[in-house]
């Protein structure tokens, strides 16, 4: 499966009644306005993808648009959001749906959003309605993005809404997110569909002998990996500083293991570090290293044996395309090499296909093998000849 991953958000701008909205109006974001055109050009873009052999697309459909307020879903959006993934299936897109993408209806974060006692009965409501609404339409699912950064983003670090800075609070919501992936996802399994996990994969790499490098790894596998793994491949839940939750029924929720990958962590006399030292930096800070997207499906290839793996984003910000485009190669070449060691590898997924909004960035970080005037750039021929 070879295709590209998005958001809504980063596409077709800030839900009216979103989270997020509110979040930029405060002054704490750049303005997303109407993002990069999507909701308006999603059938050009879709040929576009078609045409360079990406037959595959995963995109959110923001909860905020179909249910703007507590139970009164609108129509129109919810026919909107049909036309569109009718419109990848008929230029021979299949489309991959995701259900949060880190933003939330404004109704729903102010009722504390995934700390709220009741967030399992909205979120599941909002999951089955999904399921009984798109599922005709969707070729897969891939529930919540990158399940296990959220917390730490929201509740630690102030970037995304609400900006809090409160250890308890961020981890409650890491138990609940977590919970909230493997719910969705067997449910959605119900409807016959594929349902891939997006975690947010990095591996770490101690690069001195100091026992506090040693243990800085120890402890990002054991917050940022096996809290989402453990569920898939155990059934309990070990968020750190959290009682384990038991959950048999959500062994196995997912079809495919799928995550992100987007730099290696180095750990340096105890403190995270750019890896390998000598590496070039991005613009959004970390090093550029292609080999780390191995090294990641290496480890998951120990961690969940026999489970299928999904690449669900690899891709750089960059405004030097040459760049982008020789990433893209190493990565592909570092997928080949896991599958000629005989790890199962079904997708490959390039975030982004459009430049789109990238957060607290805005618009000056490019993440796209397509410019937002819709100028295919060279690095697609990579994915095109691949």
């Given at each position: 499966m070879w295709g590209t991953g998005a958001s809504s958000t980063q596409c077709e701008g800030a839900a009216p009644a979103s989270d997020w909205l509110r979040w930029e109006r405060e002054g704490h974001a750049p303005v997303s306005g109407e993002g990069n055109g999507f909701g308006t050009r999603y059938a050009e873009d879709f040929a576009l993808l078609a045409g360079l052999g990406l037959?595959?697309?995963?995109?959110?459909?923001?909860?905020?648009?179909?249910?703007?307020?507590?139970?009164?879903?609108?129509?129109?959006?919810?026919?909107?959001?049909?036309e569109i993934l009718s419109a990848?299936?008929?230029?021979?897109?299949?489309?991959?749906?995701?259900?949060?993408?880190?933003?939330?209806?404004?109704?729903?974060?102010?009722?504390?959003?995934f700390l709220a006692d009741d967030w399992n009965d909205h979120w599941t409501r909002h999951v089955d309605f999904m399921a009984?609404?798109?599922?005709?339409?969707?070729?897969?699912?891939?529930?919540?993005?990158?399940?296990?950064?959220?917390?730490?983003?929201?509740?630690?670090?102030?970037?995304?809404?609400?900006?809090?800075?409160?250890?308890?609070?961020?981890?409650?919501?890491?138990?609940?997110?977590?919970?909230?992936?493997?719910?969705a996802a067997a449910r959605m399994r119900q409807t016959g569909r594929p349902v891939a996990s997006i975690y947010g994969l990095s591996t770490a790499v101690a690069?001195?002998?100091?026992?506090?490098?040693?243990?800085?790894?120890?402890?990002?596998?054991?917050?940022?990996?096996?809290?989402?793994l453990r569920l898939f491949r155990d059934g309990v839940l070990a968020v750190p500083h959290a009682s384990a939750v038991e959950r048999p029924d959500l062994a196995g929720c997912f079809d495919l293991i799928g995550f992100s990958y987007y730099a290696t962590i180095g750990?340096?006399?105890?403190?995270?570090?750019?890896?390998?030292?000598?590496?070039?930096?991005?613009?959004?800070?970390?090093?550029?290293?292609?080999?780390?997207l191995?090294?990641?499906?290496?480890?998951?290839?120990?961690?969940?044996?026999?489970?299928?793996?999904?690449?669900?984003?690899?891709?750089?910000?960059?405004?030097?395309?040459?760049?982008?485009?020789?990433?893209?190669?190493?990565?592909?070449?570092?997928?080949?090499?896991?599958?000629?060691?005989?790890?199962?590898?079904?997708?490959?997924?390039?975030?982004?296909?459009v430049d789109n909004y990238e957060w607290l960035h805005g618009y000056d970080v490019s993440f796209g093998i397509i410019d937002r005037d819709r100028t295919v750039r060279a690095s697609a021929e990579v994915l095109r000849r691949r």
């Open positions: 037959t595959h697309h995963r995109l959110s459909i923001e909860w905020a648009r179909i249910e703007p307020e507590q139970g009164r879903r609108d129509a129109n959006e919810v026919a909107r959001y049909r990848a299936t008929d230029t021979g897109v299949n489309p991959w749906v995701c259900l949060h993408h880190f933003t939330l209806p404004a109704w729903f974060a102010a009722r504390g959003g009984e609404t798109f599922a005709d339409l969707v070729y897969g699912w891939q529930p919540v993005n990158e399940t296990n950064y959220y917390a730490r983003i929201a509740y630690r670090q102030r970037r995304w809404p609400p900006g809090h800075d409160d250890v308890d609070e961020a981890t409650r919501a890491d138990v609940a997110i977590h919970l909230a992936t493997a719910e690069q001195d002998n100091d026992p506090a490098s040693r243990e800085f790894v120890e402890r990002f596998y054991e917050s940022s990996w096996n809290p989402g750990a340096a006399a105890g403190h995270s570090a750019v890896h390998p030292p000598d590496a070039s930096v991005s613009p959004l800070g970390y090093g550029i290293w292609a080999d780390g191995g090294l990641v499906l290496e480890r998951l290839a120990t961690e969940v044996p026999n489970t299928p793996l999904l690449v669900a984003e690899y891709g750089i910000g960059t405004q030097d395309d040459e760049v982008r485009a020789e990433y893209l190669r190493r990565g592909l070449e570092e997928t080949a090499s896991a599958l000629a060691r005989g790890i199962d590898v079904r997708g490959f997924f390039h975030w982004t296909a």
